[in-house]
């Protein structure tokens, strides 16, 4: 089985009371990898059990032959809108049956694209080699929807960078949490290895402990440039006038905040829809692509042999001699806006 495939099953609980009725509001949406072996969504309703003074019931599942988990992340994203926290939604008026036929619609998309990857396997373990060929009017047309959701994808991201800006800056002078919508996590910094000062001091060990790999890089052509907005610079340069101590003070939110929660929200499930096509759209060129460099006018999908020295890779040596080609990125601090909604909209 190819290692994209991960089949599993994607289940629903839901809550009864003493009489054994649904409990109108929530619903949890998990999975469960069929390489667990031995167990099924009953089991995992089973495990959640503990804890929850109600009874739980399996009410629903789906079984996927794509990426289970890629699956479930589709839909937790799709469904954000209703995230109260975690793997629980809220029901819509208590109905279920929207969530399920907007998950079976995923299902097929996940396993289109999975089907896809698979057959681009043999393409992409191998060098390009080097032609271009001809585009077709299909192509021309593939391509200009290409670009069209490129731009929609980027413009919503421009709306949501400030959603973001504004909710950093909506908390005065100094950089705080807002409750339930948005916090600061301590970041800390990685360590890269200089495989291009390592391979000119030491050409002979490179060549002995690298190790060949294909470098993929597809890129489409004639794509608009889509510059950063003045607004965007504005607030990005007020938050460089924050105080920032690394303790970071949680506020309550209110009702100005929340809804700018909503409208990022909002955005962030569209946008899964644009991404969804876009992906669809680049794995078809990457197959008409083939073995070949490119479409002319249209893609270029490079695949070259690189060589490459890890850290891992000298184990052998002594850590004084690594440590001269190790880089450390900074600690530092992340923002992020939580992609559910723990409070109540007025």
């Avoid at 021309?140 to 290409?146: G, I, K, R």
């Amino acid at each position: 089985m190819s290692n994209q495939k991960k089949p599993g099953t994607i289940y629903f609980v839901e809550e009864v009371d003493l009489l054994d009725f649904p409990t109108p509001n929530y619903v949890k949406i998990g999975l469960v990898k069929d390489n667990e072996k031995g167990r099924s969504s009953d089991d995992r309703k089973d495990e959640h059990q503990t804890g929850n003074p109600r009874s739980l019931v399996v009410v629903h599942s789906i079984n996927t032959e794509s990426n289970v988990s890629l699956l479930e992340t589709m839909i937790h994203q799709s469904l954000a809108m209703y995230r109260h926290r975690g793997e629980w939604f809220v029901k819509p008026n208590g109905d279920l049956n929207p969530f399920i036929d907007m998950a079976n619609n995923l299902n097929k998309i996940a396993c289109s694209k999975v089907n896809k990857l698979i057959q681009l396997d043999k393409f992409s373990k191998k060098e390009d080699n080097g032609k271009e060929i001809e585009a077709t009017k299909e192509i021309h047309n593939m391509h200009n929807e290409l670009i069209n959701i490129n731009l929609e994808i980027k413009r919503l991201d421009e709306e949501k960078k400030i959603i973001e800006l504004t909710l950093r800056n909506s908390t005065g002078n100094i950089s705080k949490n807002i409750e339930g919508i948005c916090s600061y996590k301590f970041k800390k910094g990685s360590s890269r290895f200089d495989n291009k000062k390592f391979k000119i001091d030491h050409p002979k060990l490179f060549e002995e402990f690298g190790k060949e790999s294909i470098n993929p890089n597809f890129n489409i052509k004639k794509q608009p440039i889509f510059k950063k907005s003045q607004k965007i610079i504005e607030l990005e340069n007020n938050i460089k006038m924050q105080k920032n101590n690394g303790h970071f003070e949680k506020i309550e939110n209110n009702q100005e905040t929340k809804s700018l929660h909503h409208k990022w929200l909002s955005k962030h499930v569209l946008r899964q829809s644009f991404e969804n096509k876009r992906d669809d759209l680049i794995l078809n060129l990457k197959l008409i692509c083939g073995t070949n460099y490119g479409i002319k006018d249209i893609c270029t999908w490079s695949r070259k042999k690189i060589k490459k020295v890890s850290q891992s890779d000298l184990k052998e040596f002594d850590n004084k001699f690594i440590d001269k080609y190790l880089y450390e990125s900074n600690h530092g601090f992340s923002f992020s806006i939580n992609p559910f909604r723990p409070y109540k909209f007025n």
